[in-house]
């Protein structure tokens, strides 16, 4: 399965993102979803999980009431909403799925996109 993350760039501080994950290959329901983030120096951070059908969600504390992840499954798209964008929230955000329910870990996913930057500004 190929996973494809897009929507990251340069946005001020207080601004939204929408970051999208395209999958090709497999049937995308059959997965859950998960976004992390990952900057310099630092381990791949947990950000949102979604279940295979979308009823069930999860997100990091420190992106909690900010960010929304959904999902597509007609379109194998998932995305990730991110309002209120700190200059804390800059990280290279990647797309992940595995078949088994969700979990923070990110080495308990199995495919993983490209990554995305998203860069915010102060």
């Known amino acids: 399965v190929q996973l494809q993350a897009s929507g990251g760039g340069l946005v001020q501080a207080g601004g939204s993102l929408r970051l999208s994950c395209a999958a090709s290959?497999?049937?995308?329901?059959?997965?859950?979803i998960g976004w992390f983030r990952q900057t310099p120096g630092k381990e791949r951070e947990f950000v949102a999980a979604?279940?295979?059908?979308?009823?069930?969600?999860r997100y990091a504390d420190s992106v909690k009431g900010r960010f929304t992840i959904s999902r597509d499954n007609a379109k194998n798209t998932a995305y990730l909403e991110m309002n209120s964008l700190k200059p804390e929230d800059t990280a290279v955000y990647y797309c992940?799925?595995?078949?088994?329910?969700?979990?923070?870990?990110?080495?308990?996913?199995?495919?993983w996109g490209q990554g995305t930057q998203v860069t915010v500004s102060s």
């Open positions: 290959g497999r049937t995308y329901s059959h997965y859950t």
């Open positions: 979604i279940s295979q059908s979308g009823g069930f969600t």
């Open positions: 992940a799925i595995r078949s088994g329910i969700w979990t923070m870990r990110s080495g308990d996913y199995d495919f």
